[in-house]
């Protein structure tokens, strides 16, 4: 098994000012990338590991006590996913490949609004077909690498017919409806809109300007030539990120069969690369297993549901990443009793990512365990209790 050594501090320094190195080299991703090339790596690696192999590699993070047998690997996966499409629409993105479709900043839009596009301007085709084999590998077994991808890109990783109308409006649905709209539109309403002010190129994904004809954006667009400059928009945007999507599937397919593929939906594929974002209590209970001496009627393990029921969807997706390195479902929860005894408000819950172990103190009531937990999953991220990273 490669073992292989990050920087987990670099990788949120960048995050926090990505423009300051473009190139994006302290990225967790870049760091696992070079790492894990033939070139650098003790290993070939074939990404068609078997589902029975829970751990493809193993992690040194630097400066953190942690002995990786599984808990470190599971969380360079989540950390992935959050690189490539950050869950929060406010922050920079670390990476230049994938771009916030323009779905999530039209306001009037309010279809798949937390989804990313493959960067159309981005050649770091290497990469994404990196990203396709990790995609397969994950579906080949019980990982996730969670990339909030709308259905137009689900469905061409999965080889199926996508549609201007249906599909494309999951991406910019405000252009979509403009190019609807040129169709039924009169001359007065064209000129009054538009004025001389349409030109023959659009604006793509990640903000950048395509001419449509040679000068495009300096020629504009006359009424009866609105149609030909409608089926241009559709011909371009549609393939705005057509070679990026290639590479991705061509990773794909070097670890799963196109048989396969043809076997599952695009809905399938997706769940199966990225798990179940139905992060009900009723769905986590059906995970759970409990120590010796714990079961569903115990108080401590009452408190924790009724506290998870008051948590959104996002805090239990945090809670089971704290727990399990991994941020959605399926994934096992193991609940012991905690370390230090009697009833506290004091104390933390403490968590085993290799084995999936929440360690649970006794709290008095369901108010306490909430605050207790909810605090966890948000600050106590560090995995740094296996050894002493200063020794």
Known sequence: MPVIHLNRRLAREHAQDPLADPSGKNALFSQMYEALKPQNCSSVLDYRWPGRQDQWWECVFSNEGMIDQGGGFRETLSELSEELSPSACDVPLPLKLFSRTPNQTHDSSNLYRDTYIPTPGCTQYERYTWIGQLMGACLRSREH????????????????????????????????????????????????????????????????????????????????????????????????????????????????????????????????????????????????????????????????????????????????RFVTGRRRLPAPLWICDGRGGGSTTEALPESATCSSTLFLPNYPNVKVAAEKIRYAVYHCVAIDTDTNPYE
Not at 147 to 154: G, K, N, T, V
Not at 227 to 249: C, F, G
Not at 277 to 306: C, F, Q
């Open 145 to 320: 690498l969670i990339l909030a991808l709308p259905p137009f890109i689900w469905k061409q990783l999965n080889g199926e017919p996508v549609t201007w109308e249906q599909d494309f409006a999951t991406v910019d649905g405000t252009q979509v409806k403009m190019v609807e709209a040129l169709a039924a539109m009169t001359a007065a309403d064209f000129d009054k809109r538009f004025g001389g002010l349409l030109m023959y190129s659009v604006t793509l994904s990640d903000g950048s300007l395509a001419n449509l004809i040679p000068n495009g954006a300096d020629i504009a667009v006359e009424y009866e030539q609105r149609l030909s400059y409608a089926e241009l928009v559709k011909k371009v945007r549609m393939e705005e990120s057509k070679k990026q999507v290639d590479a991705i599937r061509k990773g794909l397919l070097l670890t799963i069969p196109q048989a396969v593929l043809d076997l599952v939906t695009w809905q399938e594929l997706e769940q199966f690369i990225c798990g179940d974002p139905d992060l009900s209590v009723d769905s986590m209970r059906r995970t759970a297993h409990y120590d010796d001496g714990l079961n569903e009627t115990s108080t401590i393990v009452k408190h924790l549901w009724a506290a998870l029921e008051s948590f959104t969807n996002d805090e239990r997706s945090r809670f089971l």
